[in-house]
């Protein structure tokens, strides 16, 4: 089932979230939600307290259409163990903040530890997109947004755009 995604300004986009206990049916089922939430936006990743669920759950897929078969990958509890000194220039945006993108440097390469849907312990090394991916989504689960990044003004321009946004969405209703 499709869930209505946050558009920042919002308190629980700014929260930092709960690890999971147990993976249970219940958070098999969001996981599916986020997924299918996120390739409708459509987005490469999704994190949960983007949906409203301020626990440590995030959602990603960063396969180029052409580029080999779509990667779907829940994470619970996911943690940055390990990172590279070198690092990488992505422009980033992010589906609670629509339509605003800019640049943002993080390590090219990290290890990420975490549990699988059957509650698996799983770890990987990604590097590129999916560093920046995965590094994006972890910021969500820990109350940080990409614009948290940018210096003062172009974070407060961003955030006037978006309350914007908002008021016209609101009177849409």
């Keep these: 089932m499709k869930r209505p995604i946050l558009i920042h300004p919002d308190p629980r986009l700014k929260k930092v979230c709960v690890p999971v206990a147990d993976i249970s049916d219940d958070l098999r089922t969001l996981a599916d939600d986020m997924l299918e939430t996120m390739y409708a936006a459509p987005g490469i990743g999704l994190a949960a307290p983007q949906v409203g669920i301020l626990q ?7 396969a180029k259409e052409g580029e080999g078969d779509a990667r779907s990958l829940v994470m619970f509890n996911p943690a940055v163990i390990a ?5 990488n220039v992505y422009e980033e ?3 609670s903040i629509p339509e605003q993108y800019a640049e943002v440097t993080r390590p090219k390469e990290v ?3 975490w549990m699988d849907r059957d509650g698996n312990a799983q770890r990987e090394t990604f590097d590129g997109l999916w560093a920046t991916c995965v590094q994006h989504e972890i910021d969500h689960l820990n109350g940080k947004l990409f614009i ?5 003004l172009k974070r407060q321009m961003i955030t006037r755009k978006m309350q914007k946004l908002k008021r016209e969405r609101a009177r849409e209703q």
Excluded: H
Excluded at 56 to 62: G, H, M, P, S
Excluded at 148 to 152: A, G, H, Q, V
């Design 111 to 113: 290890e990420v530890e």
């Design 93 to 95: 945006g992010c589906l």
């Design 83 to 87: 990172s590279s000194d070198e690092t």
């Design 148 to 152: 948290d990044y940018l210096k003062p």
């Design 56 to 62: 440590r759950v995030i959602a990603l897929d960063c």
